[in-house]
């Protein structure tokens, strides 16, 4: 699998663009923030998701991790390919999107290609308590409620995020609450999550 190309952008069209590797052209699709951040004289180095079919290997191009990281989430949603979360990155930021989807936004959401109302609705009810543990941009820093408002799943979502199953990371969060004093950060219970699935 490719996940990564460093080289020099030889083409830019609507939607994709080619990253010469060596003498070896890729044709990488992306949003157009990301085609709009690449520079076209010096080296560039883009992240890539691979998606295998029978027929074809796509490449999947982002500048930064967090939008990676955000398509790699839309995909998991119902009657959301790759071609309509790439439409959603190009008309929201990953930033744009944790706020969207934490106010429930769904105009933001229909702005982009091939989002009704109905897809908004869905997107918004799957990603709501996924969306505060993603990153929100080149730091990949996630952005996180202050309190523990609805905390103990964000917390659990966030561990999952980070790659633990949910019975484990449940069960960790649990323990944890019955230690920590009411309305700790979730930053909080995230941390000492993490102790506890490392014990």
């Known amino acids: 699998m490719i996940a990564q190309l ?27 923030r990301t085609l709009a951040a690449l520079p076209t004289e010096a080296p560039v180095t883009v992240l890539v998701e691979t998606q295998v079919r029978e027929d074809a290997i796509l490449l999947f191009g982002f500048v930064d991790a967090a939008e990676r990281e955000w398509f790699r989430l839309l995909t998991t949603v119902q009657g959301v390919g790759a ?9 929201l930021s990953p930033s744009d999107l944790v706020g969207a989807i934490q106010a429930g936004d769904r105009g933001a959401l229909t702005r982009a290609a091939g989002v009704g109302t109905k ?16 990153p929100s941009g080149p730091g990949f820093a996630p ?14 979502s966030a561990l999952i995020n980070l790659g633990y199953r949910r019975a484990e990371a449940e069960a960790a969060v649990a323990r944890v609450l019955k230690r920590v004093a009411e309305g700790s950060p979730l930053e909080t219970l995230i941390r ?8």
Not at 83 to 91: D, F, G, T, W
Not at 145 to 154: N, R, S
């Open 6 to 32: 460093r080289g020099k952008v030889a083409l830019v069209e609507e939607g994709r663009c080619v990253i010469d590797v060596n003498g070896v052209g890729y044709l990488v699709q992306a949003s157009t």
């Open 83 to 91: 071609k309509v979360a790439l439409s959603i990155l190009s008309a």
């Open 119 to 134: 897809l908004a609705v869905r997107l918004l009810t799957e990603l709501r308590e996924k969306a505060g543990a993603m």
């Open 143 to 156: 952005v996180l409620p202050a309190t523990v408002a609805g905390g103990e799943a964000d917390a659990v």
């Open 192 to 199: 000492e999550g993490l102790a506890e699935l490392a014990r």
